[in-house]
């Protein structure tokens, strides 16, 4: 049970990582196609370069990705939760004393 | 050779079973105002984000006159996620100085500094406003309208510092006015200057929480009974990186939805922009400067606002002295002094706004 929790949390933390970032920021890659990314010009404006999503689709990526994020935050908490309530229940049966020399019981 | 597992064999030359022994030995009082404690490692965790997006921008960001404003722009609009990255660098700075003000607030009302924890508090102090000067060097980089015109009135406040303000002011412009050597002093504080002095006081004021322990609030402490507690490791550490996740998904959220804009390029020339206004951070301070007369009893006012502001840090930061009675009717002055301070920060710095 501990590991499984231990591989889920791998797993969702690396997946947050690799979904966010990708391989887009790649250090010295400048991206080949211009305007594929967030930006909008407004030279009226007093903001000259807005960041943002330019487009439903970008739009409805980042809702999406918010939404997978918020999951796996969610699920995370509820396993660290659970973790929580683990370790103190071991504290409070003085666990710890014992295994403060390094070795587990 | 005996067969080692990939842990035993790290453990044999790190030896961090004795680092998790210590942590499993440290422990952390537990009392209705524990939640507070969680603030410290909030400003640690938007620290290292800021490091980290820090260096993905130093990739591309080229700080000179020519290239700054340029190189911002590609960063937002060539170089894939770099408004987020950017952005990200700007919310976990925004909410980093916000956790380091809630922090010290906090500490100052739970009366934290009560010895042996004077330094520890002093330290913290010092972090703030390296905190406070890693905004403004920081704000001066895209070099946009807004901050050249923000850091022209930023830099012009030493200024009114009797004997030594108009060096201060030379000193921090690299000149009489905020030019490009403006731009590139600012940017080697703010990549080595300052991150070497925040790690230096950081250590140090780490260390000191870890020789005192975490300081128990003055109301626990009189009841002399043992207080209940948990070891740092895993029990206080897991409850912690609850709330770093909850921070962690606030931080990407408000990156994504509310992302840093860039202004109009900065123009040396070019008249300040209407509506000039620092960060917020430093509005109140901003407000309380306008609020002052052109001259008092012949005095400019500006000389005379900057040193009571001066007076006040003073007093701020020697807190710990000051309270040399903190169960008594002067700690209840100061304590009530801390919410002052809140109150007032807060309507000036929404008069600043509306």
Redesign the interface.
């Known amino acids: 049970m501990k590991s499984i929790f231990l591989y889920l949390k791998l797993i969702l933390s690396i997946g947050l990582i690799f979904f966010f970032f990708g391989q887009n920021f790649l250090p010295g890659q400048p991206v080949a196609q211009l305007g594929q990314h967030q930006l909008v010009k407004e030279k009226s404006s007093n903001e000259s370069v807005k960041p943002g999503p330019v487009n439903l689709k970008e739009k409805t990526a980042i809702l999406v990705f918010l939404g997978w994020m918020w999951l796996v935050i969610a699920i995370l908490i509820y396993l660290l939760i659970q973790k929580i309530r683990e370790v103190d229940r071991l504290y409070e049966i003085k666990y710890y004393d014992v295994s403060s020399h390094g070795q587990e019981k | 050779m005996p067969k080692q597992s990939f842990r035993e064999w790290l453990e044999t030359r790190l030896g961090w079973?004795q680092i998790?022994?210590f942590l499993?030995?440290k422990e952390v009082p537990r009392h209705k105002h524990t939640l507070w404690y969680y603030t410290g490692s909030a400003i640690l965790i938007f620290l290292v984000i800021q490091i980290i997006t820090g260096f993905?921008l130093l990739?591309y960001y080229k700080p000179t006159l020519e290239k700054a404003y340029q190189s911002v722009?590609?960063i937002?609009?060539?170089?894939?996620?770099?408004?987020v990255?950017?952005?990200l660098h700007h919310w976990s700075a925004t909410l980093m100085i916000a956790f380091v003000f809630i922090h010290l607030l906090s500490l100052w009302i739970l009366k934290a500094y009560r010895p042996p924890r004077e330094l520890t508090w002093m330290s913290g102090v010092i972090l703030l406003f390296l905190t406070l000067a890693f905004g403004f060097t920081g704000y001066l980089l895209p070099w946009?309208e807004l901050s050249l015109a923000a850091t022209k009135v930023g830099t012009e406040i030493p200024s009114t510092i009797p004997l030594i303000g108009r060096w201060v002011t030379q000193l921090l412009r690299g000149g009489a006015d905020v030019t490009g050597d403006t731009l590139t002093r600012f940017f080697g504080l703010h990549v080595s200057i300052l991150p070497l002095s925040l790690i230096l006081v950081l250590g140090f004021h780490l260390y000191l929480i870890q020789k005192h322990g975490m300081s128990v609030p003055l109301r626990e402490e009189k009841q002399n009974r043992p207080l209940p507690s948990?070891?740092f490791w895993?029990?206080f550490l897991?409850?912690e990186?609850?709330f770093w996740?909850?921070l962690?998904?606030s931080l990407?959220?408000l990156s994504?939805f509310l992302?840093?804009?860039?202004?109009?390029?900065a123009d040396l020339m070019a008249p300040a922009?209407v509506g000039v206004r620092p960060e917020w951070y430093f509005l109140f301070l901003f407000q309380t400067l306008k609020l002052f007369p052109a001259t008092i009893l012949g005095i400019p006012g500006d000389t005379i606002a900057i040193l009571l502001v001066m007076v006040a840090v003073g007093l701020f930061f020697f807190l710990p002295l000051l309270d040399t009675d903190p169960a008594g009717r002067k700690g209840k002055v100061i304590t009530w002094a801390a919410v002052a301070f809140i109150v007032y920060a807060v309507v000036m710095s929404l008069w600043s706004v509306l």
Do not use: A, C, F, H
């Open positions: 079973g998790v022994n499993q030995k993905m990739l722009t590609q937002m609009t060539e170089v894939s996620y770099g408004w990255i950017r952005s946009d948990y070891p895993p029990n897991l409850r990186s609850v996740l909850i962690l998904g990407i959220t994504l992302p840093r804009g860039l202004g109009q390029p922009p």
